[in-house]
């Protein structure tokens, strides 16, 4: 869905579209009626989503396990009161506007139910997940969106289809480093593979080597003569570590940049 209007709903609109998501989701898997839904009232871009940890699943789900009544089947909807999410659930401003725009859910009850029902959504959302019509008319009435498609996504059809797009605007190399960050923050990837910035994920953050220009000369560029081609290889390698940068930092991967002496060996210097 496209962004036109306010990002965050009251709660009453807020609590009226997780009824219409709970009516849809028991559409496709009945047994998603007996758990409880979670969600908030408000969009967010994919990049506030995929990080590390999870947190805005992991929040939502703080939140609810404060909810009253007896779990199994409720629809639990954070809206805004005068204008504020709940905890730490307001969208960032920075990434308003994109052209693709997401309602976290969680799903949530006993273990053996809650997988069942994952394993059908992870097969079947993709193919068959297009939201009911009465729910997409509603969302875009209470979010004053002009929708062109709305349908639902596991985090790993979501993960997908980001790994798709990256691939089409030319960062495909930095995904599996992105990937590990997002899945098993605790592993360590490796980005080393020339023409590309060498990049090393350890400990949490994602370290950049930063090479003076005959350091990048002698490992990416050994045997060029023309200055011209020197000067502009040099220049884009800069800025693809700025991209490599901007795009870690927006799916909440601390970046840190690594000096390399001239003599010193890059690996060593970022691992």
Same mark, same amino acid.
């Given at each position: ?65 404060? !909810? ?117 923050? !605790? ?27 005959? !350091? ?56």
């Amino acid at each position: 869905m496209r962004a036109q209007g306010p990002d965050t709903l009251a709660q009453a609109d807020a609590g009226a579209l997780g009824e219409h998501i709970a009516r849809d989701l028991a559409g496709f898997v009945p047994a998603a009626a007996g758990l409880d839904l979670i969600s908030v009232g408000a969009h967010y871009d994919p990049v506030e989503l995929l990080r590390p940890g999870w947190p805005l699943h992991g929040e939502l789900d703080q939140l609810a396990a404060r !909810a009253p009544g007896e779990a199994g089947g409720r629809v639990i909807a954070f809206g805004a009161h005068e204008g504020r999410l709940p905890g730490a659930l307001s969208p960032a401003p920075e990434h308003a506007g994109g052209p693709l725009r997401l309602v976290p859910l969680v799903l949530r009850g006993d273990a053996g139910t809650t997988a069942a029902v994952a394993d059908a959504f992870e097969r079947e959302l993709m193919e068959t997940g297009m939201a009911g019509a009465e729910t997409a008319l509603h969302a875009q009435e209470v979010f004053g969106l002009a929708i062109e498609h709305a349908r639902y996504l596991t985090a790993h059809d979501l993960l997908a289809m980001t790994a798709l797009q990256y691939e089409h605007a030319g960062i495909a190399p930095l995904w599996p480093v992105l990937e590990v960050a997002l899945l098993s923050p !605790a592993d360590e990837a490796w980005l080393d593979a020339a023409p590309e910035p060498l990049v090393h994920y350890t400990g949490g953050e994602a370290r950049i080597a930063l090479f003076s220009p005959a !350091a990048w000369r002698a490992r990416y560029a050994a045997g060029e003569d023309d200055e011209a081609r020197l000067q502009r290889g040099w220049m884009h390698f800069e800025a693809r570590q700025r991209q490599f940068d901007a795009v870690l930092r927006a799916h909440g991967v601390p970046v840190r940049f690594d000096h390399c002496p001239d003599d010193a060996d890059p690996r060593s210097v970022v691992g």
